[in-house]
Structure formats: C-alpha cells, structure tokens
T-cell receptor
Framework: SQELEQSPQSLIVQEGKNLTINCTSS?????LYWYKQKYGEGLIFLMM?????EEKSHEKITAKLDEKKQQSSLHITASQPSHAGIYLC??????????FGKGTRLSVIA | DVKVTQSSRYLVKRTGEKVFLECVQD?????MFWYRQDPGLGLRLIYF?????MKEKGDIPEGYSVSREKKERFSLILESASTNQTSMYLC????WGQGPHQTQYFGPGTRLLVL
C-alpha cells in the first residue's frame, strides 16, 4: 500500500522567514493534494499537483512535484501568523480513498 | 461554493451511549468518507462510501458502522461509545474519478469526547 511521509513533523519559524515542508511517497504518485488545517478545524484544500515537475502557487505558498512524481515540497515565503496550522499531503491512489501523511505542525512566532 | 457540513462541532457522550455523527454535502459527490484524527497518528480512514447504500471498510472500522441512504448524507454510528473513541472526526466528499478536478473536500470536524 502507498505511504506518505512528511517532514518535519513540526516547525517553529519566526514571522517573515521562509520554510519548506516535504512529502515523500513510497510509490509513484498519480496526483498529490496539499491541505491546511487550522487547529481544531477541518481541512482546507490548497492545491493539487499531477504532472512531474509541476509547480503551483497561491499567494505566498508554492508547491512542487518532482519529475519522478515521488516527492512534493510546500514552500512558504515570508511566513505570517496566518500560515500557522497543520499541513497535510494526500496522495491519489487508484481507488477512492486518499492516503494522507501525518501532517506537519507549523507555528509562526512574532 | 462547495460545502460539507457536519451535525455538531463538539459532542460529549458517556461510555456505552449510541452516537450518531451526520455529514451532508451539497456537491452531488459520489464518494464520501469518515476519518478520525488523533495526535501523532494523522488521519485514519474509518469507512467510505462510493454510492448510495454502498459502504467499504477503511483502516479502522472496528466499533463503527455507517449509513448512506441518500447521496448527500453519510452517517457514522458508534454503536456503544468507548473512551478510546474520543477523537476528532472528519467527513469528506469527492466526485467520482481520478482527474485533477476531483478534489476531496472536508467538513469542519466534530470533536467527540467520551466520558
């Protein structure tokens, strides 16, 4: 079965700093989703990557999928307190359920 | 605007009680899912459904059952709640298919405490 490993598990950054979160798959990804979860709330869809080498941006968040489609990174530029939360990657397998990583908890301090 | 709603944000129940968690989506999605989320364990799939009256076990179905009588509604049932079922429960829905537009959307979650 497919597994996703996220690193780091948690991250504390100073406001204004850049950061990167990684998601590595045990198998080639058909597609990869990135979600953000504010503490105690549901998951909010950020973006989806499907093609090798693909890169998408939304405001100050950029996600990339490597050429081999086994690793994705999420990069936040000039972090703000509003970026704090848990970031999860989810892989699209052949069957309906997505497979999720365990998440990366991001704290942004002033 | 896509919408997945869950019947309660917070719920407190006693051990042995029967608990119903309801999820409704307004996007006409075929697939619906129930997850629980616990610190250090991430999201774990309990059950999912790919059509009305159809259900499939996920990774941790023990102690749970589900019902999908209508396409828009997917209910999670804890037959006899136990303290180890204290958790955050998340419902999600997704259209059929694997293409780039088949995004999975989540509800706001229900935080259940079993005393």
């Amino acid at each position: 079965s497919q597994e996703l490993e996220q690193s780091p598990q948690s991250l504390i950054v100073q406001e204004g700093k850049n950061l990167t979160i990684n998601c590595t798959s045990s198998k080639t990804l058909y597609g990869l989703y990135w979600y953000k979860q504010k503490y105690g709330e549901g998951l909010i869809f950020l973006m989806m990557l499907q093609k090798g080498g693909e890169e998408k941006s939304h405001e100050k968040i950029t996600a990339k999928l490597d050429e081999k489609k086994q690793q994705s990174s999420l990069h936040i530029t000039a972090s703000q307190p509003s970026h704090a939360g848990i970031y999860l990657c989810g892989a699209v397998p052949n069957a309906p359920p997505l497979v999720f990583g365990k998440g990366t908890r991001l704290s942004v301090i002033a | 605007d896509v919408k997945v709603t869950q019947s309660s944000r917070y719920l407190v129940k006693r051990t042995g009680e029967k608990v119903f968690l309801e999820c409704v989506q307004d996007m006409d999605h075929e697939n619906m899912f129930w997850y629980r989320q616990d610190p250090g364990l991430g999201l774990r799939l309990i059950y999912f459904s790919y059509d009305v009256k159809m259900k499939e076990k996920g990774d941790i179905p023990e102690g749970y059952s589900v019902s999908r009588e209508k396409k828009e509604r997917f209910s999670l049932i804890l037959e006899s709640a136990s303290t180890n079922q204290t958790s955050m429960y998340l419902c999600a829905s997704r259209p059929w298919g694997q293409g780039p537009h088949q995004t999975q959307y989540f509800g706001p979650g229900t935080r259940l405490l079993v005393l």
